[in-house]
């Protein structure tokens, strides 16, 4: 791990901005789906300009971050095919996160936040669902048929609750739900 700034650089590329299947699946990663929405050009897909930021997150914090490291990201602007990116990692005092960007050439934010090893600071503010099934010894992965069978009462219900609201309600769930995703600290 270093003590000091490390900045990494890419280029974003895309395959092909114009993919007339990428249209269909999800237009904003096209040009003209983007430019329906008012927008320059194709999107370079948010997961895929976070993973070339990695490397630059190694080079501050060592490998060890791969198995016990932590991110809070957010994407701040779409980033286009062509654009070039700095990935910064910057050391704050003596807080055990780091500042983690990812600038554009002209200096704005595509994607800002913090990075660290060890347990996450906001980790204990997270909460589980309350709709998460029960598992099979061994976990869901290891046996299917006894995860598809405990699975299916909790869907029962949870469907069973959703029919008892009627479809403005539903809309007004969904529409809070949507607007309060990602947000830990209220």
Known sequence: MTTGMIEGEFVATMDDPDDPDMFERNRIHTNAGAQEYGFK???VGGVTLYAWTIPTVID????EWLDHGWVNIRFRRPT???????????????DAARGFEALQD???ASIVGEVGL???PWL????????APPEP?????????ASARLLGPVLAGALQELSALSPEDLIGKRYDRFRHM????V
Do not use: K, M, S, W
């Open 106 to 108: 002209d200096g704005e």
């Open 124 to 131: 204990g503010d997270l909460t589980v669902t309350p709709f």
């Open 137 to 145: 010894d061994g976990g869901a992965h290891n046996d299917h048929a």
């Open 80 to 94: 286009y095919p062509g654009a070039r990116i700095r990935v910064r990692v910057t050391p704050r005092g003596d």
């Open 118 to 120: 060890g347990t996450a």
């Open 60 to 63: 501050a914090l060592g490998g």
């Open 182 to 185: 990602g947000q830990f600290f």
């Open 41 to 43: 050009g194709a999107f």
